[in-house]
């Protein structure tokens, strides 16, 4: 009889126990999952991304940890991610296409890794991304011109406490729905490469939350560093004046064409001349034989 009561006692107690735990998914090993839809791997010290994360997640928190890359299909499986943050890791390349299979993607963060390009392909027409942070990688020096095409919803772009010294214009008039850019913080500079990119500057200052004062670069004469409140259109005035290599090349071909012009002429005219020489001097030869 005593031994039924602690046996019974036990399974009560286990039973209890079980109830009364918070929900915990099989999945979500070492993380937090406040709720269904969001798994928070943030500072868990992993040096890769988890890989029994379940497969309806819409959050997901890898900030803070070791993570070097992501695989190229990591992310084929989660369909219905719309939140990815994997700022302060150690991601130093990305691999096309990676990101480009998120259509549902609406917030990315990447800043704070160590990445040293992003290629054209690298968010395919990720139409859905609202918020996309790329800044504090120190060692990003190139951004694709094409890279951010498709992009058709972006209104907020993070460039900022980066390795940028220009980038192209295009990179940017190619969002329609950028309402926010950061660029502060970068080594740009200002020679004829940065002229169409301040002219836009200048045309959307509302749009960068530092204004033109708090964006600063060298000057290419003496290697100063100004802020581009302090320019104008017309400090890029003599790049106007600087001739492209087809110029050149132009000015070359013409050069050579009108000296093969002029020598045909000199010819032309020194054979004419000849000519009526020769028959001058036929005709008088002519007269004298006339005269005998
Ligand atoms: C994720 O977890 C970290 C602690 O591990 C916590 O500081 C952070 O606030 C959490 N973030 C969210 C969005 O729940
Ligand atoms: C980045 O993550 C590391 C490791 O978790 C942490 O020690 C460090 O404070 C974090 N840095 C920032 C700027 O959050
Ligand atoms: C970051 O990248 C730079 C240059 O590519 C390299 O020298 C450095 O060791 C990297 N740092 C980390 C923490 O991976």
Redesign the pocket.
């Known amino acids: 009889m005593g031994w039924w009561c602690t046996w019974g006692f036990c399974l009560g107690l286990c039973l209890l126990l079980t109830v009364t735990q918070p929900p915990s998914f099989p999945s979500c090993l070492g993380c937090l999952c406040p709720d269904h839809h969001t798994v928070n791997c943030s500072?868990q010290?992993l040096t890769g991304v988890p890989d029994s994360i379940p497969l309806d997640v819409r959050r997901l928190l890898l900030?803070?940890?070791?993570i070097p890359w992501i695989p190229s299909d990591f992310l084929v499986l989660y369909t219905d991610l719309v939140y990815l943050d994997l700022?302060?890791n150690s991601l130093s390349q990305l691999e096309p296409g990676t990101l480009s299979t998120s259509s549902r993607l609406v917030f990315l963060d990447l800043g704070?890794n160590n990445l040293t390009e992003i290629p054209s392909g690298t968010f395919g027409e990720s139409r859905s991304l609202i918020k996309l942070r790329l800044g504090d990688n120190p060692y990003l020096t190139m951004v694709s011109r094409d890279v951010f095409t498709g992009l058709t919803s972006l209104r907020e772009l993070e460039l900022e406490r980066n390795g940028l010294t220009g980038l192209d214009v295009r990179v940017l008039e190619l969002l329609p729905s950028l309402n926010m850019v950061r660029l502060e913080g970068n080594p740009w500079l200002c020679n004829c490469h940065f002229a169409k990119l301040f002219v836009w500057l200048t045309n959307n200052q509302h749009k960068l939350p530092t204004g033109l004062e708090g964006i600063d670069c060298t000057l290419p004469l003496d290697g100063r560093r100004v802020p581009l409140s302090l320019l104008s259109e017309d400090s890029f005035r003599p790049c106007h004046r600087i001739l492209t290599l087809a110029d050149y090349l132009i000015v070359i071909f013409s050069g050579i064409c009108v000296s093969v012009a002029a020598i045909m002429a000199s010819f032309f005219l020194a054979s004419t001349v000849h000519c009526f020489q020769r028959l001058s001097k036929i005709s008088k030869g002519d007269e004298g034989e006339g005269n005998d």
């Open positions: 500072g010290g900030s803070n940890n070791w700022r302060n704070n």
